[in-house]
């Protein structure tokens, strides 16, 4: 009888070790699907402004006129200092801009009993 409950609690120790790998297992694969999509959306976008640049680049491409030209050079210089990954606007879209010097209110001081410390001692 002890044999039979032995074998038995060792199957059952077996399984439990084997559902806790397999789970361990799902939780990285849905960690790495995450990932995996993130990536495939930084590629796409990478792709997409590599062929533009390439394209750009061609000398049929540079603007006939120079104003043509000039406004060539304001995108460029609008892609280099606003122009963000998918990754980066998220992000940003995320986290709230700081507040300005000045105008976040101080919090209110607490006080404690004044049988605790005396009267009005503010709590440090």
Do not use: I
């Amino acid at each position: 009888m002890e044999a039979a409950e032995s074998e038995y609690e060792s199957a059952l120790l077996a399984r439990l070790a084997e559902l806790e790998k397999a789970k361990a297992a799902k939780e990285t694969d849905d960690l790495l699907r995450g990932l995996l999509d993130k990536a495939g959306k930084m590629l796409d976008w990478t792709n997409g402004k590599t062929k533009d640049f390439t394209e750009g680049a061609k000398p049929e491409n540079l603007g006939k006129t120079p104003e043509e030209t000039d406004k060539k050079k304001a995108d460029l210089d609008k892609f280099m200092t606003s122009e963000k990954p998918p990754k980066e606007e998220a992000r940003r879209a995320r986290t709230p801009a700081p507040a300005k010097f000045g105008t976040t209110p101080s919090p209110p001081v607490q006080h404690r009993r004044s049988c605790e410390l005396g009267p009005r001692s503010p709590v440090l």
